[in-house]
Every structure is written in C-alpha cells, then in structure tokens.
C-alpha cells in the first residue's frame, strides 16, 4: 500500500509539472528572471546567446556613446551605428564563441592548471588575434553598406577606393586593440575557464564584452568626428 501510494504521489507530481500553463511560463520571467533565462539556455541556447550578445554589443556602443557625447542629447547618437553592433554581437559574435567555447570544453574538459592555461592560450593567442579583424572586417562593411543605402546607391560608400582605406586604417590598428584587449580579457577568460559553466561562458563573456565593445566603438571610430568637421 506504500508503496503504491509513493508511485501515485510522483506520477501526480509529473502531470502537475508537464501541465505548467502558459500563463504560468509568462509570468516566471517576473517571479525568478535567473532561472527563466536558465529554462531558455537549456531550450533554446543559440538563439538566448545571440539575442542576448546583440543587446549588451549595441547597449556597449550606447555607453561609448553616451561618454563621448558632451551634450548628452538623444539627437546626437547614432542609433544605426548602435545598430550595427547589435546585428553583429546577435549573428557574428554568439554563433561563433558558442561554437568556439564549445569545442574548446569538448577537447580540453579537464579543470587543472595546465587545462586552463591551454584553453586561455588557444582563445586569447589564437582565436581573439583572428577574430578581432574579422570583427572590424564585418564592421567596416555594414557601415559602408549603410552609408551606400543611405545615399540610394548599393555600391560600397562613394567607392571602392575609400573602403579600402577605411579597413586598411582600422585593421592597421588591431595589433594596439589586440594588445588593449588582452588586459581585459586574460583575467576574464582565466576565471571564465576555471569557474564558469560551460552553458554561461557566452553570456559571461558578453558581460565582459560591453565594457569591450564600449572600447572597440570608441577606437574604430576615433577621430571620425573631427574629420567630418574638416
């Protein structure tokens, strides 16, 4: 008889927790925010990283904005440069740490010191020197896309020749951002491979990443302002 009763108990218990109604699911974002962005990592990973690393690159871009702005005046941000980097933190930037973490933990799972040392030198000597100017490649892109748009033209900015020196400026000054970022990172990255959990390393690495971003939008666009005085 106690037994039966146990096996009843928990088969209730199944249909009560299979049975959550939607309403219940809506509302668990205002009860336990944590643990529903927890439910939607385990249920949706790559789509919560890339919505989530799209908001912090943009909101990255905003600081660097609002920092650099004197008069703090809403007319004075450039919402689609802001835009741009939330395009690429959602479908550059996720897929590729997600992918990247991923296969990392996959062939070096131990947690000892050697372990982490190889994977901080495999991200931060390998990985972060190629991806940065992929970054700033794709950057430069949308911008004179945008730009070409913007003057009802599908062409590159005014022309091919003002790209070319445009990205050749920029990835002329990576070794400088590669060197700044390492500051950053090799701390950040040395506690996210010895603490964090695989399924938070993204959204880890975001967080580390606004006050990144925050740095990258203010270099790739140093000097812009006083140009355009010119």
């Known amino acids: 008889g106690i037994r039966r009763n146990l096996t009843f108990c928990k088969l209730l218990k199944r249909r009560r ?15 336990n925010p944590v643990r529903w962005y927890e439910h939607k990592l385990d249920t949706y990973p790559l789509v919560t990283k890339c919505v989530t690393s799209g908001i912090i690159s943009g909101s990255g871009d905003l600081l660097c904005q609002y920092l650099t702005n004197s008069h703090n005046d ?21 897929p590729s740490v997600h992918v990247w973490y991923g296969f990392l933990m996959t062939r070096i799972p131990e947690q000892s010191i050697k372990a982490i040392a190889t994977r901080l030198f495999c991200d ?9 100017p992929t970054f700033v490649s794709c950057l430069t892109v949308l911008e004179h896309v945008s730009d070409g748009i913007n003057k009802n033209s599908l062409q590159l900015a005014d022309d091919s020749t003002d790209f070319s020196s445009h990205l050749k400026t920029r990835l002329h000054e990576i070794p ?5 970022g390492w500051k950053i990172w090799v701390p950040s990255m040395t506690v996210m491979f010895a603490f964090v959990p695989n399924k938070y390393q993204v959204l880890y690495s975001n967080c580390v990443g606004f006050i990144w971003n925050a740095y990258l939008s203010w270099k790739t666009h140093e000097g812009e302002g006083a140009s355009r005085k010119r």
Do not use: C, K, M
């Open 17 to 31: 927790s299979n049975n959550t109604s939607p309403t219940d699911a809506q509302l668990s974002f205002l009860r």
């Open 176 to 180: 400088e951002s590669v060197v700044v």
């Open 124 to 132: 931060q000597g390998l990985f972060a020197p190629l991806f940065l």
């Open 74 to 94: 809403a007319r004075n941000y450039d919402w689609t440069r802001s835009l741009r980097f939330a395009i690429l933190g959602s479908v550059l930037v996720a």
